[in-house]
């Protein structure tokens, strides 16, 4: 069975979907609970949702996970449920919007969710035609603020990136591992050198370093999401020239790319993000994964709907989901229970839970100009 580093219910299986979809910007952190919250809840209230899927169910990925936290809710007795696969292709996209127009007519449903950054454009529109309709986004915040109505539920990335950083600093000297090097060498391959990516890589810089102060990383970006060629590129580099041993991919499908490499060479791991990759894979990719980084979508809907029993409500706000409210975590089955050592499950399980009690506070690369030129400082002093 599944065992996800997470405190709340593991339902996450997702898909490396666009890591990267959501812009930086100010959120309520959620972890400080109802503060910034309105009280306006019932709680014991069942809800009617409508869960808009811009894709297929299937896909060991964001919809999974999201429709699996439903299910879940829905078995609790604290929702009813109705889900529409409208399909992902480019001929299903003006379905998107006419599924949202009539669901959002028919005045039936207290919650519409949707998600990823596929679908802010036609959700502003709709939500801002239906201001008594409430909607819910995951993984965007595009137009956070824009409706009083939605409420966007985002992931700490650099939380997420710190648990990643232990993991591979403590793997990339561990040379009783095939492929791996005694050099304290790790990669990274972004998609865009922005805040959000870069949120991602401060806490992987942070976290690696709490394990050993002179680990080097090997930065680059691919400046988009789907360009695996040049991710294999960066790969084959990072691995031949730099001696690299593990690589993050966090630049959407681009990042496979890097993958790729460290199949090609034999020389090197792949870690994934966003969900667990050594299962939508093929696999032979699925072997070289070491783990994957996770955004738990099921988990933050069971925490949105455990506000909403508090009377706590974030509407036109972002929520920020971290460790504490399952909102992210790392895969610990598979390929990561296999090789990683003892030592080195401890020391993840020691960075989450430092991370919980506050003794250690990640930073973050989003939120002003300062934090955004921090980690580009820090990412060229650990340059190999």
Same mark, same amino acid.
């Given at each position: ?29 959620? %972890? ?55 399909? /992902? ?57 824009? !409706? ?16 990643? &950083? ?9 040379? #009783? ?20 990516? !870069? ?8 976290? %690696? ?19 695996? %060629? ?18 993050? /991919?966090?630049?959407?499908?681009? &990042? #496979?790319? *890097?993958? @790729? ?16 990759? +050594? ?13 994957? &980084? ?23 706000? +972002?929520?920020?989901? &971290?460790?504490? @409210? /399952? ?19 401890? %020391?993840? +399980? ?19 100009? @300062?934090? *955004? ?6 990412? +060229?002093?650990?340059?190999?």
């Amino acid at each position: 069975m599944k065992k996800f580093i997470a405190l709340a219910l593991a339902l996450a299986m997702s898909l490396s979907l666009a890591a990267c979809g959501s812009k930086g910007g100010s959120s309520s952190s959620a %972890a400080s609970g109802s503060a910034s919250a309105s009280g306006s809840g019932e709680s014991g209230k069942v809800y009617n949702v409508c869960n808009l899927v811009n894709g297929n169910l299937g896909d060991k990925s964001f919809f999974d996970s999201a429709e699996a936290g439903l299910e879940q809710l829905q078995a609790d007795g604290r929702i009813t449920l109705r889900t529409i696969q409208m399909g /992902g292709t480019d001929e299903d996209k003006p379905s998107w919007l006419s599924n949202l127009y009539e669901v959002s007519e028919s005045g039936e449903y207290d919650l519409i969710v949707c998600g990823t950054y596929q679908m802010p454009d036609y959700l502003k529109e709709v939500a801002s035609q239906y201001p008594d309709q409430k909607y819910l986004i995951y993984d965007d915040n595009t137009y956070v603020g824009a !409706n009083d109505n939605v409420v966007n539920v985002t992931f700490k990335q650099n939380d997420l990136g710190y648990l990643m &950083g232990v993991f591979a600093a403590c793997m990339t000297t561990d040379t #009783n591992v095939n492929n791996i090097n005694p050099d304290a060498v790790l990669g990274f391959v972004g998609g865009v050198d922005s805040p959000v990516i !870069n949120d991602f890589l401060y806490g992987f810089i942070v976290g %690696a370093q709490s394990v050993n102060p002179d680990v080097k990383i090997d930065t680059r970006y691919t400046n988009d999401y789907v360009d695996t %060629a040049i991710a294999k590129e960066y790969g084959l580099s990072m691995i031949n020239d730099n001696k690299c041993d593990i690589i993050w /991919g966090v630049a959407g499908n681009a &990042g #496979n790319g *890097a993958a @790729e490499a460290a199949l090609e060479t034999g020389k090197a791991w792949f870690l994934g993000v966003d969900s667990d990759q +050594e299962l939508t894979f093929s696999s032979d990719l699925a072997a070289i994964t070491l783990t994957s &980084g996770l955004k738990n979508i099921g988990n933050a809907l069971i925490w949105f709907f455990d506000q909403l029993d508090e009377g706590n409500t974030y509407w036109g706000q +972002e929520v920020n989901l &971290g460790i504490a @409210e /399952g909102g992210v975590g790392i895969v610990t089955d598979k390929n990561y229970d296999k090789y990683a050592s003892d030592e080195t499950k401890a %020391a993840v +399980e020691a960075a989450q839970q430092a991370i919980l009690d506050g003794s250690v506070t990640v930073p973050t690369a989003i939120g002003s100009d @300062e934090a *955004a030129q921090a980690v580009v400082d820090l990412r +060229e002093a650990v340059r190999p």
